[in-house]
């Protein structure tokens, strides 16, 4: 089991920054990647960003250049998610993801509760 929470949601204006946090606990040992989805109001949950144990990261086309998510290292907890030039297209809920491998093959996804994020003037 692993437990994830998210921090840094909130309100900003078109071309602001925030930062999420996501902290997670538990059975970390065989998480293989944490990353960030989003889901707008009508829109399927979506990845933003996502840190691999292997040192990779992967990004939304949509995100490109604008947003950096922190390098996940095997046995840590936490992953960081940096939003510069935000868009109102960026309004969701996001949502930290751990991806867990199970010992049978294949893997499980944990989700967080979600942090709001609206961009608006």
């Known amino acids: 089991q692993v437990q994830l929470v998210e921090s840094g949601g909130g309100s900003v204006q078109p071309g602001g920054s925030l930062t999420l946090s996501c902290t997670a606990s538990?059975?970390?040992?065989?998480?293989?990647?944490l990353g960030w989805f989003r889901q707008a109001p009508g829109n399927e949950r979506e990845l933003v960003a996502q840190?691999?144990?292997?040192?990779?990261?992967?990004y939304a086309d949509s995100v490109k250049g604008r947003f950096t998510i922190s390098r996940y290292n095997a046995g840590g907890n936490t992953v960081n998610l940096q939003m510069n030039d935000l868009k109102p297209d960026d309004t969701a809920v996001y949502y930290c993801?751990?991806?867990?491998?199970?010992?049978?093959?294949?893997?499980?996804?944990?989700w967080g509760e979600g942090a709001l994020v609206t961009v608006s003037s």
């Open positions: 993801n751990a991806r867990v491998a199970l010992r049978m093959g294949g893997a499980m996804d944990y």
């Open positions: 840190s691999t144990r292997g040192g990779s990261t992967k």
């Open positions: 538990g059975s970390l040992a065989n998480i293989v990647a």
